[in-house]
């Protein structure tokens, strides 16, 4: 089967291999994939720019982002059967014992193994899961929508389990890409009261794309500065909650600066770079902040049936679907910014009656 394939530690390696169809083993099944999301943590195993605790074994078929069909079930497995329309959560594997996976936080789980990283992920035309990452995806809801569930997951993660945004907020989201313009989206959603996204040069069609999306206030950061706009409105004293993401350190610097008193930081974005600043803000001004990583049973279950609901729209920010040969040109739309998201589609899903 075709496989989109992490070979080496080194930027640009990364190719379509063929590969051998993976075998359910007894408690697994095997998912046909039918579209797989391309991811901005994909983007950084492209050019080998993830950060060093990301580094997985290799070589390793990347994807995480996946919606298909249960095309064959290994022994032992209950409830599921071929033909099951399905999304996999992205923690292919977990230890299952240990305090975090037994009080249900198994995406904190230190012996997680996410699809992508260090288990062959959905790039592919199969994917291997245990029914413990299964759900099943709503009547109505197509497989490209629904390979939006992961992303979406990340930001209602962020913004609603961790931050708790309330109705009457006034959030700041910093960063145009995928996971700022779901974020923006969950917030609105949530009664976020006023939004304001924060992006650079190279997110104009990005933060077009947000207003689009209703945001109340865009900024180009590259040009205008952000706390003159914030310092205008609701009462002035800044925002009770911003979200950070972007992959870049100094991000926080601005984060700080942006949030009120007492307000609260959900940091999304990974950057390794060392930070250069005082992180003196956050105690003069006794912020909450955030560290936000994945997502659970209950974040997925929710974001799909949004999904199912219209009340989120994966729709609306995915820019275009490529089959796995043009991969290329799909991370390369979403790195320059052409695509807020770019999905994959396998073979299956071009074989027209697979809806
Ligand atoms: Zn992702
Ligand atoms: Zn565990």
Redesign the pocket.
Known sequence: MKALVKFAHEDGALEVRDVLVPEPVPGTVRVRVHTVGVCGSDIHMWHDSQSKSSKGVLPVTLGHESAGIVEAVGEGVEGWAVGDRVVCETAAS?????A??RSGR?NL???REGYGLKRDGAMAEYVIAEPRVLHRIPEGVSFEEAAMTEPFSVAYNAVIERAGVKPGDLVVIQGAGAIGILALQIAQLAGAATTVVLGTDIDEHRLAKARELGADHTVNVSREDPAALIATLHDGLGADLVVDATGVSIALQTSMELVRPAGAIAKVGWGPQPLGFTLDPLVKKAVTLYGCYSHTWHTWESVLRLFSEKKLRPDLVLGGVYPIEQWEEAFGAMQRGDNVKSALRMPFGLEGDAR
Do not use: A, Q, S
Not at 94 to 98: A, D, E, M, Q, R
């Open positions: 977990i230890c299952g014992v240990c975090l996976c198994y789980c230190p012996w």
